[in-house]
């Protein structure tokens, strides 16, 4: 049986995009018999815990160095490792790589450095990277469960909106895009994600106008569903993103960190979703593009089905396929012997660092 580590982080300030995606690779591995263990600082996050905890995915503290990552592997018997990361430095897959131990890193666009033996970068209209673009888009299985088998047609009735914008919602999000709704003036009943109390208590006191209902929630497990009910999604542009186009939802999205702005803007110039704007500055033009998506059933048809067409949920099976088959290389290069001895390796690591 092969095991698999993945080394992703989550965080209050830097969301729970990557260990969402990881999530999903690591569902997919362990429904072929591959054993994963998370190596992660979590940041606190009980979401992003709630996670791993709720799959049985194994968690263990994220290592300081390359040194520590190094005896990780050698301690768990890892065959291969997964980096999904903006901030851990280059020279952790780079030890890991010199040990021989399969690397393949998850990127947007920039790698950041980082040394693997093959690199995903799941964007849209993505290059260099050996599994580029939607095709390896990760979902996760609740995702990938609902999508329909043909994108939906709009109905005319008052438009069913959810709004949500990360694990954390890091930027509040949330009480800006609540503003933008009401200020359309037209009718809908939206389900709102706030991150956290302060969030909630914003958004409590919003005071929508006739025939609009806000009705506010926690962060839960459930968003899946509501989403696959939603006639409308708001949220922020990000991993999230692919998730709405999979399930073929009509989309308004915001951008809010510069690493959002390449996703943006391809996504909204193909039409596969509607553009707000940038946090903070939304105003006017994000309340015209929000009243012609809550008052037109057709608008919203079109955007559906068109982002139905963009991802086909394969993407975690793809990537699977290509992870499985580096390490069967490289077991191979090794006469079947394995790698060697990670632990070797570490105290040589440290004797040089």
């Given at each position: 049986m092969s095991t698999v580590g993945i080394r992703c982080d989550a965080g209050p300030r830097?969301?729970?995009?990557?260990?969402?995606?990881?999530?999903?690779?690591?569902?997919?591995?362990?429904?072929r018999g591959v054993?994963?263990?998370?190596?992660?600082?979590?940041?606190?996050v009980a979401w992003a815990e709630q996670q791993l905890s709720t799959r049985g995915l194994a968690w263990h503290p994220a290592p300081y160095d390359p040194v520590g990552l190094l005896a990780a592997v050698d301690r768990l018997g890892l065959?291969?490792?997964?980096?999904?990361?903006?901030?851990?430095?280059?020279?952790?897959?780079?030890a890991l790589r010199a040990a021989g131990v399969?690397?393949?890193?998850?990127?947007?666009?920039d790698p950041r450095g980082q040394s693997a033996d093959l690199y995903v970068d799941q964007n849209l209209d993505a290059t260099g990277a050996e599994l580029a673009g939607l095709d390896y888009a990760l979902l996760r299985r609740s995702i990938r469960d609902l999508r329909p088998p043909a994108p939906r047609p709009a109905h005319a009735g008052v438009p069913r909106v959810v709004a949500f914008f990360g694990g954390t919602d890091a930027y509040g999000a949330a009480p800006v895009v609540s503003r933008l709704l009401i200020r359309t003036g037209a009718a809908f009943t939206a389900t709102v994600i706030a991150a956290n109390n302060e969030l909630r208590a914003a958004l409590t006191a919003l005071r929508p106008g006739a025939g609009q209902q806000l009705d506010i929630i926690g962060p839960t497990d459930q968003l899946p569903e509501l989403l696959a009910d939603a006639d409308l999604v708001l949220s922020a542009s990000g991993t999230s993103t692919w998730e709405?186009?999979?399930?073929?939802?009509?989309a308004a999205l915001v951008r809010?960190?510069?690493?959002?702005?390449?996703?943006?803007?391809r996504t909204t110039a193909r039409g596969l979703a509607a553009g707000l704007g940038h946090l903070p500055q939304l105003g006017d033009e994000a309340v015209e593009v929000l009243h012609g998506l809550l008052t037109r059933p057709d608008q919203r048809t079109a955007l559906a089905a068109r982002a139905w067409s963009a991802v086909d949920g394969l993407g975690t099976a793809r990537v699977s396929d290509a992870l499985l088959a580096l390490m069967d290389r490289r077991l191979l290069d090794h006469g079947g012997l394995g790698r060697g001895d990670a632990g070797a390796d570490a105290e040589a690591v440290g004797e040089h660092a």
């Open positions: 830097t969301g729970v995009g990557h260990l969402v995606r990881c999530v999903a690779l690591a569902e997919e591995l362990t429904a054993t994963v263990h998370f190596l992660s600082d979590l940041g606190g065959d291969a490792l997964v980096i999904d990361s903006y901030t851990l430095p280059p020279a952790h897959s780079t399969p690397v393949l890193a998850i990127v947007d666009g709405l186009l999979c399930l073929g939802l009509p809010v960190v510069d690493n959002q702005i390449p996703g943006y803007d």
